[in-house]
């Protein structure tokens, strides 16, 4: 799903991509970018010279224990995520929405946001209408719905 015209190059080669802006890879992308500009953050210090190391988890963790850098990366993460799924509601009109992988697992530290921005863009009726839930067995969740379809 594109999310920006022109935006920022994604592993898959387009610009824009929601991927690009919500992704376990652009979240390492930011407070990398971040870092390199002298950004103060928990990471700086425990990552030093060696931020090939930094992963989404260790970025989560550093919001959960109150760093404003990660907390403002999945705060972003969260706000392009609500509003994708904004899109998906509207055109769609699901029931419910599974969310998988590493940055689902972050729990509120991107629910929050991804809500905050689906009630500032989404009329109520809709996303009402709708439960958002993180997959518990993300590993089979492609399985389960093709079992189920």
Same mark, same amino acid.
């Given at each position: 799903?594109?999310?920006?015209?022109?935006?920022?190059?994604?592993?898959?080669?387009?610009?824009?991509?929601?991927?690009?802006?919500?992704?376990?890879?652009?979240?390492?992308?930011?407070?990398?970018?971040?870092?390199?500009?002298?950004?103060?953050?928990?990471?700086?210090?425990?990552?030093?010279?060696e931020t090939e190391r930094l992963t989404?988890?260790?970025?989560?963790?550093? %919001? *959960?224990? $109150? #760093?404003?850098?990660?907390?403002?990366? /999945?705060? =972003?993460?969260?706000?392009?995520?609500?509003?994708?799924?904004?899109?998906?509601?509207?055109l769609l009109n699901p029931d419910m929405?599974?969310?998988?992988?590493?940055? %689902? *697992?972050? $729990? #509120?530290?991107?629910?929050?946001?991804? /809500?905050? =921005?689906?009630?500032?863009?989404?009329?109520?009726?809709?996303?009402?209408?709708?439960?958002i839930r993180v997959a518990d067995k993300?590993?089979?969740?492609?399985?389960?719905?093709?079992?189920?379809?």
């Amino acid at each position: 799903m594109i999310m920006v015209e022109d935006g920022r190059l994604c592993k898959c080669g387009l610009r824009g991509c929601l991927e690009a802006y919500a992704g376990g890879q652009h979240i390492v992308g930011m407070i990398k970018e971040e870092l390199s500009k002298g950004a103060d953050s928990f990471l700086a210090k425990t990552f030093k010279s060696e931020t090939e190391r930094l992963t989404p988890l260790a970025v989560a963790q550093a %919001a *959960q224990s $109150g #760093d404003p850098l990660a907390q403002a990366i /999945w705060k =972003s993460a969260g706000n392009y995520l609500g509003i994708a799924i904004g899109n998906l509601i509207y055109l769609l009109n699901p029931d419910m929405i599974f969310l998988t992988g590493g940055v %689902a *697992q972050a $729990g #509120d530290l991107v629910l929050k946001p991804l /809500w905050e =921005s689906l009630r500032a863009r989404t009329f109520e009726d809709p996303i009402r209408a709708v439960k958002i839930r993180v997959a518990d067995k993300a590993e089979f969740i492609g399985a389960y719905g093709a079992a189920l379809l």
